[in-house]
């Protein structure tokens, strides 16, 4: 059944794209380019377009986000295989979903190099802005070799904009001003970009954005409650070309959302309101050393801090108890990374040291509670003076990361062979009241391994290539998983590393002059199977792990496998992305892992009129039935139940209007259409999606 839905789509699609391509009048203009064309450094520490690659990559352009007028990152994520967002529709409510990965220690997030990583019952994992970057790499499957634990699902690298991004031929400085208006929630959003190069080597670049709104009106024409928004960003970076051989440069950017929200915004139903102040931050110093006549030298080394805060007050109903006067949540975390290659003959040899130091943050201000319903389990009288105590539920403590690797890539003519190793060591502590705590036990604890991944290569003929990969990863326990004393529970002490192993087979096609006498048409299928070993996972029925067992344990395994298809063709007036993919896994005990996400066919189309001056284009996701479980909250039982498949079309133009001006059109979920998101615990069915939404926005540069 699958490969007959599939056939047909791709029959449909691709004869529909062919014809308009071949009814085009083709120019000595450049082809456009198209997914697999974009061309990725962060996600395989060489330069390769994501086809070259040989690995499941692709990239994300400024231009495709500025295309939709994306006001969340995880919109951008629609037309990839197999990636998605779990939780939502609130704007801090979602986590990445890469091959079924979602939880945060599983799919590695990095800006400009610095780890980047939260994690809080019933909330997001990143907050960031999209019009600050020029690019979001996303590798799918395991990675660790090369970028670290913690990468079991895969990777998402966002690289900020810099001046040159903005400066044309004979500039010296300029601004662009940005405006728009969401007719769905009524946001006003704008940002003003200024940009310049004082002399030859210096670029600096200063940015702001914001946006307002109010409530969102969901697809069942219902209006989310406090779902508005309420945000900021800036970003400012500078680059200092010391040579023609060497630059350094440096960053920082900051986004804050303030607002009284949701205390759950990830998963469906109310649990009441508190105001949530949310604040991340990422500075960062670069170097780059590139000698034109040395090849054993291409040397990149990055410093940099993250921090993301989130401060909850103001509880309504039960949440009074549970925030108390305040409460605060904090992850900051030093990188390291420094990184060379070297060419040897056929040889081109990758390596490198990385260093994070994690400080996780939970703490809450309160009152102490004098009298307490234990049928209600309100508080019914307080003391008057407040204390500030450590969270059980949310422990603090700080772990660092020592990693090295090394990856040799060989070149020999059509075959193409890459073998990496990497080391990585964890040493985690608890707070100094968690250790008096536990003064009896070792709670300072290391955890270490290898990890290795071979990759080959074979250029069939100048059109087809295959391709197989082989990759080991890992994750040491969190500091909650090892310190949580979630309802008197015992620490998890004697938790121990996670292992996963991902294999891929494929086959990439490319070709030129197929309809017309300038057009490329690209392609790339892969299989993949990975298992997860020792998994760490929570219990916290006492009838299954009875109190004071911890709560983790490596007591699981699993086991997935899918399907990807991406097929681009493109001619200098019309670009075409096709994307298909599905996955199925079993757990430990052959049961279904119901929170994998929905089969997914994808098509991204467009066109270029009038000399270039107005682009149009539209694009069609369609997402497969899924069975999922679900809690009867009436006799405490799971049951099976279907998540419905839904069929979003979202239409896009653009117009230059003169060399200064352009104006852009969107439209998401043109026929509104009612369809329900993946919840962000569990991977239950969530929230109803967003209505139509209707997006304007005039920019104007000078």
């Known amino acids: 059944m699958r490969l007959s839905k599939l056939t047909l789509f791709i029959a449909l699609a691709t004869s529909a794209t062919w014809v308009q391509a071949a009814s085009s009048a083709t120019q000595s203009s450049e082809v456009i380019k198209t997914d697999l064309d974009a061309v990725t450094v962060t996600a395989t520490r060489t330069q390769k377009t994501a086809l070259q690659s040989a690995q499941a990559v692709n990239v994300i352009s400024s231009e495709q986000i500025e295309r939709k007028l994306d006001s969340n990152v995880f919109d951008t994520l629609d037309t990839i295989a197999n990636v998605s967002a779990n939780g939502g529709p609130r704007s801090t409510g979602h986590k990445f979903n890469i091959r079924g990965f979602s939880d945060a220690e599983d799919v590695m ?56 991004d903005f400066l044309q031929d004979g500039e010296s400085a300029g601004a662009k001003v940005k405006l728009g208006y969401d007719s769905n929630n009524e946001q006003k959003n704008g940002s003003v970009v200024a940009f310049a190069r004082p002399n030859d080597s210096l670029d600096i670049l200063g940015a702001i954005v914001k946006r ?27 680059e200092y070309f010391l040579s023609d051989d060497a630059i350094i440069g440096a960053s920082y950017t900051q986004t804050k959302d303030d607002q009284r929200t949701e205390f759950n915004t990830t998963d469906p139903g109310a649990w009441g309101t508190v105001y949530r102040e949310v604040e991340q931050s990422v500075a960062n110093l670069s ?89 209600t389990y309100a508080c019914e009288q307080y003391g008057t003076t407040p204390t500030t105590a450590e969270m059980t539920s949310q422990p603090g403590g700080t772990q660092k990361r020592s990693g090295v690797y090394i990856q040799d890539e060989f070149n020999w003519q059509q075959l193409t062979v890459i073998a990496g190793l990497r080391y990585e060591r964890y040493s985690t502590s608890p707070t100094a009241k968690f250790q008096q705590a536990f003064s009896t036990l070792d709670t300072k604890l290391t955890h270490s391994d290898w990890a290795g991944a071979l990759s080959v290569n074979y250029q069939l003929t100048p059109q087809w290539a295959v391709f197989a990969n082989r990759q080991e990863g890992f994750r040491a326990p969190l500091i909650d998983e090892l310190y949580d004393q979630y309802g008197g529970r015992q620490p998890g002490l004697e938790l121990d590393v996670e292992y996963s192993n991902n ?37 916290t029925s006492n009838v299954i792990n009875p109190v004071p067992a911890p709560r983790y ?77 679900v809690m009867d909250r009436a006799t405490r039982q799971y049951a099976t139940q279907a998540q419905k498949s839904y069929t979003l079309t979202d239409l896009y133009a653009s117009w230059d209007i003169n060399s200064a001006f352009n104006l852009r059109v969107a439209i998401d979920n043109v026929f509104n259409k009612e369809y329900k998101l993946m919840a962000g615990t569990g991977g239950g069915i969530g929230d109803y999606g967003f209505g139509r939404n209707i997006k304007t926005q005039i920019s104007w540069r000078f």
Request: proline residues 2%; contains cysteine; negative net charge.
């Open 553 to 629: 344990a490596n007591r699981a395994s699993n086991d997935r496998d899918g399907v990807e298809l991406e097929v681009n063709f493109a001619t200098p007036r019309f670009y075409s992305n096709f994307t298909y993919s599905d996955i199925d896994g079993e757990d430990q005990n052959n049961e279904p892992l119901w929170y994998l996400p929905a089969d997914k066919i994808a098509l991204d189309l467009g066109t270029s009129l009038f000399d270039n001056s107005l682009q149009v284009g539209a694009q069609i996701v369609r997402r497969g039935s899924r069975d999922v479980q």
């Open 287 to 375: 170097y780059e050393y590139n000698p034109a006549n040395n090849t054993l030298i291409d040397l990149s080394a990055k410093v940099g801090f993250t921090s993301s805060e989130v401060t909850e007050s103001d509880g309504v109903g039960m949440l009074k108890d549970y925030i108390g006067i305040e409460s605060n949540y904090e992850y900051n975390i030093t990188t390291l990374d420094v990184m060379n290659t070297s060419v040897l003959g056929s040889h081109t040899v990758t390596y490198g040291v990385q260093y994070t130091d994690k400080e996780r943050i939970g703490e809450k201000t309160a009152l102490p509670c004098l009298k307490i319903n234990y049928e």
């Open 503 to 539: 294999t891929e087979v494929g086959v990439t096609y490319q070709a030129n002059n197929i309809l017309t006498d300038n057009d490329t048409l690209t392609a790339r299928f892969i299989y993949f199977d990975i298992s997860v070993d020792d998994e760490i996972t929570s219990v």
């Open 212 to 238: 307002e709104s109010d409530d969102w009106e969901l697809s069942n024409d219902e209006t989310l409650e406090n779902s508005a928004i309420e945000n900021s960003s800036v970003l400012l970076k500078g």
């Open 109 to 164: 997030v990095t800006i400009d190099g610095m780890l980047q990583t939260f994690e809080k019952y019933r909330m997001g994992s990143l907050f960031t802005d999209p019009d600050l970057y020029r690019s979001i790499s996303i590798k799918r499957g395991t990675s660790t070799v090369l970028h670290g634990g913690g990468a079991l699902g895969g990777v998402v690298q966002f690289e900020l904009k810099d001046a040159a």
